[in-house]
């Protein structure tokens, strides 16, 4: 069975500090793989997705950026953090076209001070 | 682009029926799901509707019309483990990246 990992689950970084968040999903090949951002009591936003190893693209110009160096990793980092970076990042699996299914990490909880 | 419209919250007892309501207007249109995150969990995939009608699973049902762009998810025998939040999403592109509705919070009442 397919199982997707996250961490940390919980993060408190100062403002103008570097973020690495990983993901990596056991049990599929060739996934694709999102990254979603959710602020308290709102919806899922969708930062990055992608399709491939090292194919990566970007739904909202920010500060943030995302790798996929394997394929079943993904990275979202930041060189400095904003405030408004705040919130719960979700990344999530899925097969694409044909299966539109996707399923979601247990997320990483970010507060920037 | 895509955007989706849902209530924000929606109150029931026990044992009730509700009913959640989307509206979506897309650019090309796959297809509606429907996602559901308790407080400080992940969301989970509940139903996925490509063609118009009703599906059900269990206790929850999706129904989906592609002419009138809406669709809603039914829960029945409604229990205080159904509050959360409840969410329509649409897929699309190519790597079917969902777009999802602000969510709907319902809470169970006993």
């Known amino acids: 069975s397919q199982t997707i990992h996250q961490w940390p689950a919980t993060l408190v970084q100062p403002v103008g500090s570097p973020l690495s968040l990983e993901c990596t999903v056991e049990g599929t090949s060739n996934p694709n793989l999102y990254w979603y951002r959710q602020a308290a009591g709102r919806g899922l936003q969708l930062l990055f997705y992608s399709v491939g190893i090292g194919q990566i693209s970007s739904e909202v110009p920010q500060n943030l950026s995302a790798s996929r160096p394997q394929d079943r990793q993904f990275i979202l980092s930041s060189k400095k953090l904003l405030l408004s970076d705040s919130g719960f990042y979700l990344c999530?699996?899925?097969?694409?076209?044909?299966?539109?299914?996707?399923?979601f990490g247990p997320g990483t909880r970010l507060l920037v001070l | 682009g895509q955007s989706l419209e849902q209530p924000s919250e929606v109150t029931a007892v026990e044992g009730a029926i509700v009913q959640i309501n989307c509206t979506y207007q897309?650019?090309?249109?796959?297809?509606l799901s429907w996602y559901q995150q308790h407080d400080g969990g992940a969301p989970t995939f509940l139903s996925y509707n490509a063609l118009d009608g009703l599906e059900e699973t269990g206790r929850f049902s999706s129904f989906l019309s592609r002419s009138d762009s809406y669709g809603y998810l039914l829960l029945q025998e409604l229990q205080m483990k159904d509050s959360a939040s409840y969410f329509c999403a649409v897929p699309s592109g190519s790597a079917r990246q969902l777009t999802f509705g602000s969510g709907t919070q319902l809470t169970v009442l006993p």
């Open positions: 897309t650019s090309g249109f796959y297809g």
């Open positions: 999530a699996w899925g097969y694409g076209a044909g299966g539109e299914t996707q399923y």
